[in-house]
């Protein structure tokens, strides 16, 4: 890759290249289970810190991921599911996309286990041969390097248990939290 081009795609949203990239808007949709025209999470919920929220992608489970505080892509990403818990999950976008591309199925907390981890993956490669493939196509068009799976995992866990003490997502309706996704 030229300088010219790695300038480019620095400077360029990485919301902005999924939409532009069709390798990587595939593999995002599914196995990654990530659409951009799903950030409405449904109903009123807030940060107990009073931090500001901003839906911005879901799942078809209806799930949400949101961006916390003031900034941009950088900002940390909450992630909610449709059954009333939430973790913080990233701090920022290039690692959510990274969780997402190296780990898809990381919604299943027997994720955390070595021998459940390498059944999800093999279920994964069985059903589609080419998904090792499809994800460094995706890893290339946004110029992200891809961690290990043991890696991307203990950051998840890392940034769940330990940052996201500060991300407690509230409810609004009835001011009550969810319960956390990922628990320490």
Do not use: N
């Amino acid at each position: 890759m030229s300088f010219r081009v790695a300038r480019v795609r620095r400077v360029q949203s990485l919301i902005t290249a999924i939409s532009e990239h069709a390798d990587a808007a595939s593999y995002l949709a599914w196995p990654g289970d990530f659409d951009l025209g799903r950030g409405d999470h449904g109903e009123a919920v807030h940060l107990a810190s009073g931090a500001a929220l901003d839906g911005f992608a879901g799942d078809g489970a209806g799930g949400t991921y949101f961006f916390c505080g003031d900034g941009a892509e950088e900002r940390p990403v909450l992630y909610a599911d449709s059954e009333g818990c939430a973790s913080l999950i990233a701090i920022g976008l290039p690692e959510l996309l990274r969780l997402l591309l190296v780990a898809p199925w990381w919604r299943d907390r027997r994720a955390f286990i070595a021998e459940k981890r390498g059944e999800l993956a093999a279920q994964y490669m069985e059903d589609m041969p080419d998904v090792a493939v499809r994800r460094d196509r995706a890893a290339a068009a946004l110029g992200l390097d891809l961690p290990t799976e043991t890696d991307v995992l203990a950051r998840l866990r890392e940034v769940a248990t330990e940052a996201g003490k500060d991300f407690i997502l509230i409810f609004t309706p009835e001011d009550e939290p969810y319960d956390p996704l990922i628990k320490g």
